[in-house]
């Protein structure tokens, strides 16, 4: 047997398998094909403060080795989660990772504040690839000063662990991390999904209404590690790492560079019971390799 738990900092994971944002819907979902006390941790949709309606049809599209989404955010809000949601998830024995999001910095602030008061809540991660809608659109990670508004604001708001979730969107990368260090996050999340562009060339007119939408899978796996990877070598703070891993060699590249955990995002749509078949991956590997606990795998290739 060996020792498959992780620490990334204040924050304990039996395994090193996470369910990624947006790909497990609020836990109810996904739960009949997957034993939810099995993974490392769940993170459920992104939520605002107020229940928020997304983005016109049509909303998906697959492509060469990943998906197209253009989902928009659509969530039901932190009240209903709270109500609907938190109790059911309570019943399970993994660790709960809330996604939130807002339309304005101040927006993130109040859904962390109700979250806060829920012990069941074991971190917040804040998408900070959104659209900030009081400037214009433009992603709040990839302006520093806003972004570091936000973080502050949250980590004067809350005392759980704080995951602030990257995506190719962010411009200077090492001011990013370092202002995400001085503002109190505790543990880096990344990759987000990367803007990308789909043509109907029967329709002639772009696929998606909003034009660009977020590509994820396979096709981002080699970026989304080249990323991760250089987020390690500079960042003191722990990393989830995600994009594009469907298979336990996928997860163990990302951990082979320093990621201190995975996150499966597609992979869950493709078999929504993936989480289980990566981990035994992992652990035969480990076996195979007589490696006895995953802590002494991580950061191997430097
Ligand atoms: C349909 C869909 C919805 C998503 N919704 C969210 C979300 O609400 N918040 C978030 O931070 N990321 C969201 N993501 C991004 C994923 O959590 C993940 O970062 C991304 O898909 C890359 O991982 P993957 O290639 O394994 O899917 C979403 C992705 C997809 C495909």
New binding site residues.
Partial sequence: MVNLAVSLGKLNLKNPVIL????CGYGREISPYLDLNQVGAI?V??LSYYPFSGNPPPR?REVYA??L?S?G?E?KGVYDFIQEDLPFLSSFDTRLLV?I?GETANEFVQVAQELDRFERVDAL?L?V?CPNIERGGAVFCSDLEILKSIVGGVRDATRKPLIV?LGPEVKEWEKTLDILENEGADILSL???FPALFVDVGEMDFFFKRKFA?L??PA??PL?LKMVYEVVNYSSLPVIG????VSADDALEFLLVGAKAV?????NFVDPASALSILEGIEQYLESKGIESLEDLIGRVK
């Fill in positions: 990624a944002s947006g790909t993170t949709k992104g998906l990943g998906v989404n989902i955010l969530n996604n999001w991660e998408n690839s979730k990759t987000n999904s977020g994820s899978g981002i796996k989304a995600m994009g594009g891993i996150a499966l995002g597609v992979a």
